[in-house]
T-cell receptor
Framework: LAKTTQPISMDSYEGQEVNITCSHN???????ITWYQQFPSQGPRFIIQ???TKVTNEVASLFIPADRKSSTLSLPRVSLSDTAVYYC???????????FGAGTTVTVRA | GAVVSQHPSWVICKSGTSVKIECRSL??????MFWYRQFPKQSLMLMAT?????????EQGVEKDKFLINHASLTLSTLTVTSAHPEDSSFYIC?????????????FGQGTRLTVV
């Protein structure tokens, strides 16, 4: 599976939009881009998944350019409770084995 | 959404004893479950793939005789840490996927904090 690269950490303030960009240069045709959120001492939680263009759900948006070599997770109007580690993963269709990178620690301040 | 439950949430055991951790998919059947380990300030590391009705597949460097995995039913996988030592202290997390052609979403348990003293 394609290796992912994302910033180690990001700081933000309440009410701001947070954008985390992930690089996955070697993504394959059968691969999807998936983001997970993890709070301390909890298992990761699925946020959003996409293949191309833009995907939006109630918590986030995912922007994927045409070449699919990168993706950007957008968290609108973050709050203190959005402080967590966010993982970008490349997942192959029908392969549920996940390989986690270092993730991005997002810290939201008041 | 689908729920995966782990038990216990935390456990403290004496060095040399064995500890069993359960992972259950509460509202769907999972032919495959995964076990991860996470040390403080680090990412999740896949330990093994648990296959219902067959032997688990272990990742390189994971001792299969130390981390026994049993997947006896479509809703339950267990991880037994045998002869635990302090270096086995970690956060153990399981996951399962509902399956389906387009569904690659994995559901994670809440994790089990193991402390070996």
């Amino acid at each position: 599976l394609a290796k992912t690269t994302q910033p180690i950490s990001m700081d933000s303030y309440e009410g701001q939009e947070v954008n985390i960009t992930c690089s996955h240069n070697n993504i394959a045709t059968n691969d999807y881009i998936t983001w997970y959120q993890q709070f301390p001492s909890q298992g990761p939680r699925f946020i959003i998944q996409g293949y191309k263009t833009k995907v939006t759900n109630e918590v986030a948006s995912l922007f994927i350019p045409a070449d699919r070599k990168s993706s950007t997770l957008s968290l609108p109007r973050v709050s203190l409770s959005d402080t967590a580690v966010y993982y970008c993963l490349v997942v192959r269709s029908n392969d549920y084995k996940l390989s986690f990178g270092a993730g991005t620690t997002v810290t939201v301040r008041a | 959404g689908a729920v995966v439950s782990q038990h216990p949430s935390w456990v403290i055991c004496k060095s040399g004893t064995s500890v069993k951790i359960e992972c259950r998919s509460l509202d769907f059947q999972a032919t495959t479950m995964f076990w991860y380990r996470q040390f403080p300030k680090q990412s999740l590391m896949l330990m093994a793939t648990s296959n219902e009705g067959s032997k688990a597949t272990y990742e390189q460097g994971v001792e299969k005789d130390k981390f026994l995995i049993n997947h006896a039913s479509l809703t339950l996988s267990t991880l037994t840490v045998t002869s635990a030592h302090p270096e086995d202290s970690s956060f153990y997390i399981c996951s399962a996927s509902r399956g389906g052609l387009m569904n690659t979403e994995a559901f994670f348990g809440q994790g089990t904090r193991l402390t070996v003293v």
